[in-house]
């Protein structure tokens, strides 16, 4: 299908903006007005422009206040369009987009109305020009889809048809099967934007909240396969509106409308994600050796070293954490990673269709192939089968530097924690801190790229500030990821500084655990310094809402619990950019503890 996308979508002059809309595989474009009038360029050579850069001007847009008003306001509002005709002659557009009239003088008269695009339509079609007319979804009268249509067969000229866009739509909760009773060729324009789901006033939601299909909560392919069903054979045009948008690289965010057009296609298709992840395989942080001691004292051992470069692998269970000296200078942080892939080549493969950055890997011939990409918030995401433990050879006849002893044998032995009991099993999930602006992008990236699909969103108050967590799965993450078989899934959570974005939040690795008691009692008898202290006030509003063990307290273990189990988790202080938690699902518990996590983050900020 042909793509097209509004210059409002992206940030940036007209000029950049059509250049980066060029550069990142667009048929063509909507020419939106503002855009227009603040460029000094006259229409003739922005119509050169375009058509240098291969670009179609699809559209030009908005039209609005036109219809149903009273006679002496229809002849200026013809003048004006008169105008418009005119200058979409010099532009090289043929399709002008007439919004319904949100005017309070509007006359609620669907007869005039018609009465009125016709006179519109004869008057366009004497410069070859046709309307597409939109229902609003604040419109005054017209502000339903099968509304604007009614009146354009009524209306019944040839050069008047419909513009259906998505988010007035959607919004409304209007039912879109309604798209297929109208004639294909009667819908000129399909216009699509996503949106968070938000109980707030439509126009401010349209204005500020619209993102790219698939990073927000409305069913874009379903509408649009209604729209195919019909006959529909124009572009499917991006039309966002977005306050990050505004502020994102043009580029940038004109790749990531490519992105969403790529995986909307795929998905009308029925296509399936190639390579969903099994699990984590690894997680890579910077730092050196047992980062201070922290590995050890969680109960990992070192188990090998790269044999090329400054990595060493610290396992427990299945849970493995990569410790790269490079980048280590900034302190421990998440670098990378690793995720078991049924086909690592298809999934980067896949990765690369969706237009993510592929890494150049530097390794030696006898390393293992390593297939990885960036995430829009500089993450590599490597995509492993299990070739790459072998280039972590133990270290024969050494013991850790910290004198515990070295695990023995194959790091993937399973279940047996380095020291005490309840060891961790595998890292359950990690929580990555994005760029501001990106949050979007990063959504999509995690979506379409790595087949996780969006669970809980959540804005988490901070003693300064505010903090945007969306959770995403993997969807066959088992209700009890141990001893499934399957692997445990995959699950990440992405959090943005929303408000006060002093320093970005911190970055964790959530290990899983069989017994985070036994874990916590271990920590606090010998290292009492790693653990986050709690407030007693958090326990006395936990013990009045919820039978739980006096231990919780003593330990510092947070609790929560939703429909199926229970929750219990702990937190370490914060090493350099990140700190661990330990967690134990119960019973299929399938939340974060996002319930605790303002508590943790005021605990962070006390913390020396
Ligand atoms: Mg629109
Ligand atoms: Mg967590």
């Known amino acids: 299908m042909r793509t097209s996308i509004a210059t409002v979508s992206v940030s940036g002059t007209l000029t950049e903006k059509l250049a980066a809309v060029a550069a990142a595989g667009f048929d063509g474009v909507e020419i939106f007005e503002n855009d227009l009038l603040a460029c000094p360029l006259p229409p003739e050579e922005i119509r050169a422009r375009a058509a240098d850069l291969g670009l179609t001007i699809e559209l030009y847009q908005p039209f609005r206040d036109f219809e149903c008003v009273p006679r002496a306001r229809l002849r200026a509002n013809l003048e004006r369009a008169e105008h418009k005709f005119r200058l979409m002659e010099r532009l090289g557009a043929d399709l002008l987009l007439v919004c319904s009239n949100v005017s309070q003088e509007t006359i609620a008269d669907d007869g005039l109305a018609a009465e009125h695009l016709r006179l519109l339509a004869e008057r366009a079609a004497e410069h070859g020009i046709r309307i597409a007319y939109e229902a609003l979804a604040w419109g005054r009268h017209v502000n339903e889809y099968m509304h604007a249509w009614h009146i354009v067969r009524q209306a019944d000229h040839p050069n008047l048809g419909t513009c259906l866009d998505s988010f007035h739509i959607l919004s409304r909760g209007s ?35 619209r993102c790219f299909p698939g990073q927000g909560g409305f069913d874009v392919a379903g509408l649009v396969r209604h729209a195919l069903n019909a006959g529909y054979t124009g572009p499917l045009s991006l039309e966002v509106f977005n306050d990050h948008f505004r502020q994102a690289g043009t580029a940038r965010t004109a790749r990531d409308g490519m992105r969403s057009l790529i995986a909307l296609e795929r998905q009308l298709h029925g296509a399936v994600h190639p390579s969903v992840p099994a699990g984590f395989a690894f997680a890579e942080l910077s730092g050196t050796g047992s980062l201070g001691g922290v590995l050890p004292a969680l109960g990992f051992t070192r188990t090998g070293r790269h044999r090329g470069k400054p990595v060493e692998l610290w396992s427990q269970g299945a849970a493995r954490l990569l410790v790269n000296e490079a980048g280590a200078g900034q302190g421990p942080g998440l670098l990378a990673i690793g995720l078991d892939s049924p086909d690592p080549g298809r999934a980067v493969e896949h990765a690369e269709s969706l237009l993510s950055p592929v890494l150049p890997r530097e390794r030696a011939p006898e390393d293992a192939m390593l297939h990885a990409v960036a995430a829009p918030d500089g993450t590599e995401i490597f995509f ?225």
């Open 175 to 209: 039912d879109p099967l309604g798209i297929e009773a109208i004639p294909g060729e009667k819908i000129f324009f399909l216009q699509l934007a996503d949106a968070p789901l938000l109980a707030m006033d439509v126009l401010q939601w349209s204005r500020h909240h």
């Open 384 to 608: 492993c089968d299990d070739g790459w433990l072998a280039d972590f050879p133990p270290e024969d006849g050494s013991s850790s530097e910290d004198g515990s002893p070295r695990g023995g044998g194959s790091p993937s032995a399973g279940g047996s924690p380095g020291h005490g009991g309840g060891g961790i099993t595998h890292i359950d999930h990690v929580a990555l801190a994005q760029p501001p602006h990106y949050f979007d992008e990063a959504m999509l990236f995690y979506r379409g790229v790595l087949g996780l699909q969006p669970q809980e969103s959540l804005e988490v108050p901070d003693p300064y500030g505010l903090v945007r967590s969306r959770a995403m799965s993997t969807p066959s993450t088992p209700s009890t990821p141990q001893g499934t078989g399957e692997g445990p899934g995959v699950r990440m959570v992405l959090n943005l500084a929303q408000v006060g974005a002093g320093q970005p939040p911190p970055q964790h690795v959530a290990l899983a655990c069989t017994d985070v008691l036994a874990v916590a009692r271990r920590l606090r008898a010998e290292h009492p310094e790693l653990l986050l202290p709690i407030p007693a006030n958090y326990y006395d509003d936990l013990e009045a809402r919820h039978d739980v063990p006096p231990e919780l307290r003593e330990l510092g273990v947070l609790y929560d619990r939703d429909e199926r189990g229970a929750f219990l988790h702990l937190y370490t202080v914060t090493v350099g950019r990140v700190f661990f938690e330990l967690v134990q699902r119960v019973d299929g518990y399938d939340g974060y503890g996002a319930v605790n996590a303002p508590i943790r983050l005021a605990a962070q900020h006390a913390a020396p």
